[in-house]
């Protein structure tokens, strides 16, 4: 069980971003492999989720008044189990276990397995319509919990986000917030060259969204985001298209020709975790 005493709770968001980010390094080096470029780039939208938005409760990750963050991007699980670790949701003893036999962090997202994951994501395409069928229960339950909705820009490729979109404004979810991590990359090559969705901003828009798009790594940016999108005053569902930076936080691999599986050498593990904790906020 986590000790909650353990938890700082004084943090700021630049050291929950951080820690996510080491979290995230440390769990890629015990298999010598994951999505770790996605979960540096996505660090900072997770620590302003995590630490700043959303209402739940580390020791009771059903609690019925809890905001639900679905994970619709599955391969992502490494950035969310970080998350999850530093909220205290999953106990930090359970890093190095990530990705073996009877983990509770199996490599790919699964509802089933893991505390504070919501949805099996990983067929593409799909957060988003789970998304408009929770913010409608939520509103048959009189309830004010909050869906948040974590897509990649990959996934604005496919039809059934587009059908989402379109019954989220038709169904005034005012309540469904839709976070699309734009890195500008997908399993065959960079998003906007394979199937552009740019404007991004201005679909969602058409669609009848209430849209921002900001610096995905800049947290204050962020933080005004998160605010504005849950506090409008408008029937409309929300979107926050974030730009993001895979790999963000060591340069090297920043630098390194980026692909959708960045690539980690054997003894590179090492020395991504000593760039990083060169750059360790005080
Ligand atoms: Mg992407």
């Given at each position: 069980m986590t000790d909650f005493t353990d938890i700082d709770v004084n943090l700021s968001l630049a050291q929950r971003a951080w820690n996510i980010r080491h979290k995230a390094l440390r769990m890629g080096a015990v298999q010598k492999q994951g999505y770790v470029g996605q979960a540096l780039g996505v660090a900072d939208v997770l620590a302003v989720s995590y630490f700043h938005a959303l209402n739940y409760r580390p020791e009771e990750p059903e609690w019925e008044g809890r905001d639900r963050f679905l994970l619709s991007i599955g391969h992502y699980a490494i950035a969310l189990y970080a998350a999850l670790l530093e909220a205290g949701v999953l106990p930090e003893y359970e890093l190095e276990t990530y990705g073996t036999d009877d983990s509770r962090l199996p490599m790919s997202g699964m509802a089933s397995y893991t505390p504070g994951m919501e949805i099996t994501g990983g067929s593409l395409g799909h957060g988003l319509g789970i998304g408009?069928?929770?913010?409608?229960?939520?509103?048959?339950?009189?309830?004010?919990?909050?869906?948040?909705?974590?897509?990649?820009?990959?996934?604005?490729?496919?039809?059934?986000?587009?059908?989402?979109?379109?019954?989220?404004?038709?169904?005034?979810?005012?309540?469904?917030?839709?976070?699309?991590?734009?890195?500008?990359?997908?399993?065959?090559?960079?998003?906007?060259?394979?199937?552009?969705?740019?404007?991004?901003?201005?679909?969602?828009?058409?669609?009848?969204?209430?849209?921002?798009?900001?610096?995905?790594?800049?947290l204050g940016a962020l933080v005004e985001a998160f605010d504005k999108a849950r506090n409008f005053d408008g029937p409309q569902p929300r979107a926050i298209i974030c730009d993001t930076k895979m790999c963000k936080g060591v340069p090297f691999l920043e630098e390194r020709e980026i692909t959708h599986f960045v690539r980690v050498d054997e003894d590179e593990w090492d020395l991504a975790l000593k760039v990083l904790e060169e750059g360790k906020p005080s």
């Open positions: 408009v069928g929770m913010a409608l229960g939520l509103k048959r339950k009189n309830s004010s919990s909050f869906i948040y909705n974590l897509m990649s820009d990959g996934e604005l490729g496919e039809g059934s986000t587009w059908e989402a979109a379109m019954s989220a404004a038709h169904h005034k979810l005012d309540n469904l917030i839709c976070l699309v991590d734009f890195n500008d990359q997908q399993a065959d090559g960079p998003s906007t060259q394979m199937l552009s969705s740019e404007p991004a901003d201005g679909k969602f828009e058409a669609f009848g969204w209430y849209v921002q798009r900001v610096d995905g790594n800049d």
